[in-house]
């Protein structure tokens, strides 16, 4: 039971993680994502960096579309326009990996800003629909501008390597995105602490209003567009880093999709909506395998079913939320600790 | 002989934009009357012909002969599609209704999904060619060759067309839909039946979304991602802007011809970015379109 909340200075207040069960929390979750690559095997720990992955992906576009408000159907786009660019500045310059992927965060930042260029003109339905012309093109070039991304047929990269030690195992990938991750994951938990963040989310309640109020509309909206955009990048870089071969079709319309399901299921404009969302749409596929797995001694041609029902799994993820638990899954969680702190006495 | 070919191609290009029109008026029809931008549009179109397949193949196998398509198989798909709109409208989007627009194009998002995933599981993921309307022959019209199919889509297009553009503007059901879409709650206090309107337009959208799908599938072949053409169909709209019908049928012909001119310049490949590419510059132009009005917005 946690009665009361005293604080007595405003260092206190302002404080990210404010109570002592959410640092107790956090660090046994620091905990346990260190002792899991010693302790799982290598198929857990692959799936817990691809939720990584998702997550820094998904943060990108909760700071879009969750706090800023800008529905955006060309993140999936944007985060294949990162991982070709660490393949191929890797491939072309033999770039290292830390020279990768801040080069490739760059670059599919400009492109997201040179597509979120419209929405200084444009809000709310066309902007969408701008982002989805935007998916379509992307994946359009990727496909079609061979001699650089040699199209169609996928492109590779070397593995990651620090000091001379080339990150192949599972667990040697892990060691290198998880800590990213994180860091990604904070350092937009603090921007909505500051007057950008802030900014954000005066545009997404009413732009007018944050107009007359003094935010700077058009900078902060492209400015949006840049940070979301970089952390499609950012999860692009690692994917690269991760499966090391790439294909255009891996990013197409359905990611984008997938990415918006997992932020309306884990809740949009919360710091952990992007985690909950991420775990979902990794064991969504992994659950429903699962249980195929069960059906397929009843009827072998069942396999076949899978992939649609993972699309299907998806598309009613967004739409029962939506009707049901527009907030999602973090919603979810902090009613329920509510319930758990206010215990003997709670409704 | 060079000319010859890009009018042909023109004439190519001008027919689909015929279909394009009727799978446009659908996405329109429901944004005017119900504010939602549909854009799950194209896999309710894809959907429909999925319906008309089933129905062909069901007429086929009881053995009864092809004028049975006209007479019960169209009918009776438009008939299920125009159901299946009014489950949609009534199952996902009545709850959302009075939401923001977010959480409605949100969920117009998910049933892409859905429709898609659902398609491939009932129809499975291969490829069909329900029977055409009419034969897929060519005839040369004084040295232009013709694809009879595309034509008589056209001719067909255009008529459904400017029915519903007609009954838009003068039936009654018409009068109330547009009373709807220029203020919902005046509607309810006049009277009119808003839920109903509703379900009108989302009936006549996937009916005429249906019809397009029965037009295109023989040509393009009958896949779940066969809706994909209804998300390149919404450059159609902005170009038109969502306002004007007139304007939606001009940006379906220019489209169309676009698409056949870069087909014929370029090759097939690029063809299928150029809505994109159009909506984008229209959208940093000319934002509500060739002939819709500009929005103006109280706050």
Request: proline fraction near 4%.
């Amino acid at each position: 039971m946690l009665i009361g909340d005293y604080k007595s200075t405003y260092a206190a207040d302002e404080a990210i993680f404010r109570v002592w069960p959410v640092r107790f929390g956090l660090a046994a979750l620091l905990v346990a994502l260190i002792v899991l690559p010693f302790a799982a095997n290598s198929f857990i720990v692959f799936l817990a960096t691809q939720v990584a992955i998702y997550t820094v992906a998904i943060t990108g576009l909760n700071i879009l579309t969750g706090y800023t408000g800008l529905i955006s159907l060309g993140h999936g786009a944007l985060v294949g326009v990162g991982a070709y660019a660490t393949a191929i500045f890797a491939n072309w310059l033999g770039l290292p990996f830390w020279a990768a992927i801040p080069v490739a965060v760059v670059i599919s930042s400009a492109v997201g800003l040179m597509f979120g260029l419209p929405s200084l003109r444009i809000r709310g339905l066309y902007l969408t629909i701008a982002t989805l012309a935007a998916s379509f093109i992307i994946i359009f070039v990727i496909e079609h501008w061979s001699s650089v991304t040699r199209g169609d047929s996928g492109i590779t990269l070397a593995p990651a390597s620090v000091f001379g030690v080339e990150l192949v195992s599972d667990a040697q990938k892990y060691a290198l995105i998880i800590p990213i991750a994180i860091l990604a994951v904070l350092f937009a938990q603090n921007l909505f602490r500051t007057r950008v963040g802030r900014a954000f989310i005066a545009i997404r309640d009413s732009d007018y209003s944050a107009e007359i109020i003094g935010v700077d509309i058009t900078r902060y909206k492209l400015l949006a567009f840049a940070l979301g955009s970089a952390y499609a990048g950012l999860a692009g870089s690692l994917w690269a880093y991760n499966f090391l071969a790439l294909l255009p079709t891996q990013f197409e319309l359905q990611l984008s999709i997938v990415l918006l399901a997992a932020l309306v299921v884990g809740g949009s404009a919360r710091s952990l909506g992007p985690v909950f969302g991420a775990v979902f749409v990794i064991l969504i596929p992994e659950f429903l395998k699962w249980i195929f797995g069960f059906l397929t001694p009843l009827s072998p041609t069942i396999v076949e079913y899978t992939a649609p029902a993972n699309t299907i799994t998806y598309g009613l993820l967004i739409i029962v939320f939506m009707i049901f638990e527009p907030m999602g899954l973090a919603a979810i969680w902090t009613r329920f600790w509510r319930y758990i702190n206010l215990w003997p006495f709670s409704p | 002989m060079e000319i010859a070919f890009i009018i042909e191609d023109s004439l190519t290009g001008l027919m689909t934009g015929g279909v394009y029109a009727l799978i446009a008026v659908g996405i329109v029809f429901v944004f005017r009357a119900t504010k939602v931008f549909n854009f799950a549009h194209g896999t309710v179109m894809m959907v429909g012909a999925y319906f008309y397949h089933t129905i062909t193949v069901v007429l086929g196998d009881l053995g009864i002969g092809s004028w049975a398509i006209y007479v019960i198989g169209l009918p009776l798909a438009l008939l299920v599609s125009a159901l299946f709109g009014a489950v949609i409208e009534r199952v996902v989007m009545r709850p959302m209704l009075g939401q923001n627009p977010f959480a409605m194009i949100m969920v117009t998002i998910g049933l892409i999904s859905v429709l898609e995933g659902g398609a491939a599981i009932i129809w499975s993921s291969n490829a069909y060619y329900p029977p055409a309307l009419v034969g897929l022959n060519i005839d040369f019209v004084g040295g232009l060759a013709i694809n009879r199919q595309m034509f008589a889509s056209f001719l067909i297009a255009a008529i459904v067309f400017a029915t519903i553009a007609a009954l838009f503007l003068k039936s009654k059901a018409g009068v109330a839909i547009r009373a709807t879409a220029s203020d919902q709650s005046t509607a309810y206090a006049m009277g009119i039946n808003v839920p109903g309107v509703f379900s009108i337009t989302w009936m006549v959208a996937a009916g005429t979304g249906a019809l397009a799908g029965i037009l295109l599938a023989p040509l393009n072949s009958l896949t779940p991602s066969l809706g994909a053409v209804g998300l390149s169909v919404i450059a159609v709209v902005i170009l038109g802007g969502m306002d004007s019908v007139i304007g939606v049928l001009l940006a379906a012909f220019l489209v169309g011809w676009l698409e056949a001119m870069t087909n014929h310049f370029l090759g097939g490949d690029f063809k299928e970015i150029v809505p994109y590419v159009v909506v984008l510059v229209i959208i940093l132009i000319r934002p509500y379109g060739l002939l819709g009005t500009p929005d103006v917005e109280r706050v």
